[in-house]
């Protein structure tokens, strides 16, 4: 069966960690922006994960644009499970993205329904919320667990300057080790790398306990 090349995803990267080795677990709940009550699927999906099929107990937790919130959310809580974290242009801060307040036109469709998915009494609780990826990085840092991210410095819709730089920056701060891959020019999609090696490189190096120079460059 023929199919089209995607426009919007390059699946390289996962394509290249399954040849070393690695399984791919995915759990679909929803357009849910990482809400608590999505998040406890979560936690059933690990131990199903780790205890039924036997997978490892540290696994890399990959997160695509507004997956972002997913896996800072899952990793926040539960750091001591998470080997390290691989983001692709996420969304680091939802008042970014969805919520449109700062150079991006967010998605008010999308705002909307987070401000009901998480149970925000009104917008304002929404915008003053503290539980965001930026927010939540001590325990992460605490632990020691290194951050890696895929990032197109034209992105328009979950722009780059508002998310990751801020992210990285108080990562940083509190002496955790994030590495930046930065994509000239290329705006949200297409996700991932024609050429993996960069992005897996650095992660066989945490699989294997080496550290991260902890970075940011061009690929």
Not at 99 to 111: F, K, Q
Not at 119 to 127: D, I, M, N
Not at 170 to 177: K, Q, S
Not at 183 to 206: M, S
Request: charged share 20%; proline share 9%; glycine share 12%.
């Amino acid at each position: 069966m023929p199919f089209r090349r995607s426009t919007w995803r390059s699946p390289q990267i996962d394509l290249a960690l399954l040849a070393e080795g690695f399984h791919l677990a995915y759990m679909n709940v929803g357009n849910t922006f990482g809400c608590p009550s999505a998040m406890r699927h979560f936690d059933v999906f690990y131990e199903a994960m780790t205890g039924s099929y036997g997978l490892a107990v540290k696994p890399v937790l990959e997160g695509l644009s507004r997956g972002g919130l997913y896996v800072y959310a899952w990793g926040a809580a539960h750091p001591e499970r998470v080997l390290c974290i691989l983001g692709d242009n996420p969304v680091c801060d939802f008042k970014s993205w969805p919520g449109g307040r700062g150079t991006g036109p967010g998605s008010p469709r999308d705002w909307a329904k987070l401000i009901a998915d998480y149970g925000f009494a009104s917008e304002q609780a929404a915008l003053d919320y503290g539980g965001n990826p930026i927010d939540s990085l001590a325990p992460l840092a605490a632990h020691g667990v290194p951050l890696i991210h895929l990032c197109g410095d034209a992105d328009e819709v979950v722009p780059y300057p508002e998310n990751t730089v801020i992210l990285a920056e108080r990562y940083r701060r509190l002496g955790g080790v994030i590495d930046v891959l930065v994509k000239p020019g290329q705006k949200h999609h297409p996700h991932g790398l024609e050429d993996p090696a960069p992005a897996v490189r650095l992660i066989l190096d945490v699989w294997n306990g080496r550290p991260l120079a902890g970075t940011t460059r061009v690929v």
